[in-house]
T-cell receptor, first 116, second 115 residues
Framework: AQSVSQHNHHVILSEAASLELGCNYS??????LFWYVQYPGQHLQLLLK??????LVKGIKGFEAEFIKSKFSFNLRKPSVQWSDTAEYFC??????????????FGQGTTLQVKP | EAGVAQSPRYKIIEKRQSVAFWCNPI?????LYWYQQILGQGPKLLIQ????????DSQLPKDRFSAERLKGVDSTLKIQPAKLEDSAVYLC?????????????FGDGTRLSIL
């Protein structure tokens, strides 16, 4: 069965610090990878996605993620966080190929708190 | 474009009562998903519709949960009878279709508390 593991449950950073949130998945086949963000009081929004091609993908608000196939990882990074990045971040996977329904498997989420 | 609409935003009921949630997806989106998000966990898929047909309901507790999307647009999710462990946020999401990793667009969710 597919699963997604996010290493950090709660991260506290000061503004301008660099961010890296870990995400590992378990699935033997080809996958699509996503990072979603939920700002306080708002709905889940897509931050970035990886389907194929360049393993370094750039998303909104200066976020990027790198797919490392050999490590089954899709870590999220940002060089310099802002207070407005305070939110909950979810890594998600869906399996590609025939018979796969597009269903997302989510990690448990990481709460990021940025101190001004 | 208008987003995914859900109602109500909050619901408090006692255990063994019944409750229903409503979702209106983004116009033109064929695929609709209901997720359950328990506090401290990521969303878990309960059921997925493609138009008005069920694609995946493998994790839906069918003895108490039911869902329908009769005309391929709006959907309702019902719990009867509710248990304490059903306390969660129920999220509705929609996508244009289910293939090629189409991004899912989420509603604000319904926060359900069971007393």
């Amino acid at each position: 069965a597919q699963s997604v593991s996010q290493h950090n449950h709660h991260v506290i950073l000061s503004e301008a610090a660099s961010l890296e949130l870990g995400c590992n998945y378990s699935y033997g086949g080809t996958v699509n990878l996503f990072w979603y963000v939920q700002y306080p009081g708002q709905h889940l929004q897509l931050l970035l996605k990886y389907f194929s091609g360049d393993p370094l993908v750039k998303g909104i608000k200066g976020f990027e993620a790198e797919f490392i196939k050999s490590k089954f990882s899709f870590n999220l990074r940002k060089p310099s966080v802002q207070w407005s990045d305070t939110a909950e971040y979810f890594c998600a996977v869906n399996a590609r190929g025939s018979g796969n329904t597009g269903k997302l498997i989510f990690g448990q989420g990481t709460t990021l708190q940025v101190k001004p | 474009e208008a987003g995914v609409a859900q109602s109500p935003r909050y619901k408090i009921i006692e255990k063994r009562q019944s409750v229903a949630f409503w979702c209106n997806p983004i116009s033109g989106h064929a695929t609709l998903y209901w997720y359950q998000q328990i506090l401290g966990q990521g969303p878990k898929l309960l059921i997925q519709f493609q138009n008005n047909g069920v694609v995946d309901d493998s994790q839906l507790p069918k003895d108490r949960f039911s869902a329908e999307r009769l005309k391929g647009v709006d959907s309702t999710l019902k719990i009867q009878p509710a248990k304490l462990e059903d306390s969660a946020v129920y999220l509705c999401a929609s996508s244009l279709h289910s293939g090629r990793g189409q991004p899912q667009h989420f509603g604000d969710g319904t926060r359900l508390s069971i007393l």
